[in-house]
Nanobody, 125 residues
Framework: QLRLVESGGGSAQSGGSLKLSCVAS????????MGWFRQAPGKEREGVAA???????YYGDSVKGRFTVSQDNAKNTLYLQMNSLKPEDTAIYYC???????????????????WGQGTQVTVSS
């Protein structure tokens, strides 16, 4: 069982920055792909950023160049630095863990094994 707890959400103005943190009860980075999803009202949950099994990073098209995912294995913590925020970034952000199978992660929400409780991010124009 892996427990994920997010923090760092809140409100920001357009163009501002926020940094999210996700503390895991353990950090088996060689067993899971760790990443971030978000869900806006009336929309499906979408992948934002994640680490792939080989350590490379994935970013959704809408956040490329603005968001950065990082991790501190010693602190069992995953981060999401969000810069140049836009109102369309408003959503609940979830930390997520997908089991690595055959050195592959799909990045799909349906394959996520563990979710955090979510943290609200609101960006005003």
């Amino acid at each position: 069982q892996l427990r994920l707890v997010e923090s760092g959400g809140g409100s920001a103005q357009s163009g501002g920055s926020l940094k999210l943190s996700c503390v895991a009860s353990s950090y088996p980075y060689n067993k899971y792909c760790m990443g971030w999803f978000r869900q806006a009202p009336g929309k499906e949950r979408e992948g934002v950023a994640a680490f792939e099994p080989d350590g490379r990073t994935y970013y959704g098209d809408s956040v490329k160049g603005r968001f950065t995912v990082s991790q501190d294995n010693a602190k069992n913590t995953l981060y999401l630095q969000m810069n140049s925020l836009k109102p369309e970034d408003t959503a609940i952000y979830y930390c997520a863990a997908e089991v690595i199978v055959g050195n592959y992660c799909s990045g799909s929400a349906r394959d996520i094994m563990y979710w955090g409780q979510g943290t609200q991010v609101t960006v005003s124009s």
